[in-house]
Each structure stands twice: as structure tokens, then as C-alpha cells.
Nanobody, 115 residues
Framework: QVQLVESGGGLVQAGGSLRLSCAAS????????MGWFRQAPGKQRELVAI???????NYADSVKGRFTISRDNARNTVYLQMNSLKPEDTAVYYC?????????WGQGTQVTVSS
């Protein structure tokens, strides 16, 4: 059973930084597509960043240049470094993993950016 557990959310002022972590078990982050999505109140869940098994990472236009997705294969963990945070980045952030064509989600972690 694949499990994804996020951590690192919280309250931060605009312009600040946070780093989200997603610890995976039941599969390896190195061999699968991993990513981060977010959902703000009253809005649909949207892609933030995705890191494939090979190739180039992909980001939503709204976070390009501010967010960086990475993975640590030794720790089986995916990270989302978020810099220059804006109030519109406020949302629940979900870790995503695709394993053998099945989609898995973490429980979500709240990120709140105050102005």
C-alpha cells in the first residue's frame, strides 16, 4: 500500500518561505511521477509542480520562478520549496504520486500566507 505523508505547512507572511515535505512508503519516489497540487477554498484542485521519473520538471505559471520541486531518493521524500510567497498561494497542498498507473494522494497540509 502506497502512503504519502506531507509536512511543513503553516502560517507565513507574504514574501516569506516554506518547505513542504512528502514522505513516501510502499513505493519509491525515484521510480514514479511525483508532484504537488493545491486547493484553495471554493476552487478546484490545481497542479503546482510535477517531477517525472526522467526529464524536465513542470510548474504552474503562477509559481514559476518561486517554487522548486525536488526529490531525495535516499530519504524517499519529495520536497516543495516555496519562496516569495503571496496571499494567493494560500491553500491546502497535497502530495501526489502515480504508481503503476494508479493515483495516490497525501492527506494535505495547510499553507496560509498573510498580507
Amino acid at each position: 500500500q502506497v502512503q504519502l505523508v506531507e509536512s511543513g505547512g503553516g502560517l507565513v507572511q507574504a514574501g516569506g518561505s516554506l518547505r513542504l515535505s512528502c514522505a513516501a512508503s510502499g513505493s519509491t519516489v525515484s521510480g514514479n511521477v511525483m508532484g504537488w497540487f493545491r486547493q484553495a477554498p471554493g476552487k478546484q484542485r490545481e497542479l503546482v509542480a510535477i517531477i517525472p521519473t526522467g526529464g524536465v520538471t513542470n510548474y504552474a505559471d503562477s509559481v514559476k520562478g518561486r517554487f522548486t520541486i525536488s526529490r531525495d531518493n535516499a530519504r524517499n521524500t519529495v520536497y516543495l520549496q516555496m519562496n516569495s510567497l503571496k496571499p494567493e498561494d494560500t491553500a491546502v497542498y497535497y502530495c501526489y504520486g502515480q504508481v503503476l498507473s494508479r493515483n495516490y494522494w497525501g492527506q494535505g497540509t495547510q499553507v496560509t500566507v498573510s498580507s
